[in-house]
Structure formats: C-alpha cells, structure tokens
C-alpha cells in the first residue's frame, strides 16, 4: 500500500480498526510490557480492553494497571 496522505490515511486506518474491535467487544492484549501496557491504555479510554495475556511467568496473575495478566495455558 502506497501511503498518498500519510496523516489522515493513518487516522482513516486506526478508526477502522477501533469500529471492528468495538464491534467484538474487547481486545486481549498479548504482552504486558512497555508498549503492551500503553496499548492497553489506549484501549481502556475507548472501553474496549478486555485485559492482558504475557508468556512471561513473572508477570502471570499479578496486576499491571489495574489488569491481571493471565497465561497462555
């Protein structure tokens, strides 16, 4: 895909995506690190996060903002 107007066919994209995960009610975030907790917050403030799941035992049912992280098992 060639991008003729990067800004707005961006915003375009991202409010697609928002329209199909609303539609599917919530969004399980895979990684509770850096860049999943931020999604995670994104997500929130559009109510449509349903929580994090991380492969990493440490972080498995303990609380990263206000979620329990749950494994893959």
Do not use: C, P
């Not at 690190?33 to 559009?46: N, Q």
């Amino acid at each position: 895909m060639r991008w003729s107007h990067k800004g707005t066919q961006l915003d375009d994209r991202a409010g697609m995506l928002v329209k199909q995960f609303k539609e599917r009610n919530a969004v399980v975030v895979f990684g509770a690190g850096k860049i999943g907790t931020e999604l995670g917050r994104i997500l929130r403030a559009y109510n449509i996060f349903a929580g994090f799941m991380d492969n990493d035992i440490r972080k498995q049912e303990k609380e990263i903002d206000n979620s329990v992280v749950f494994s893959l098992d």
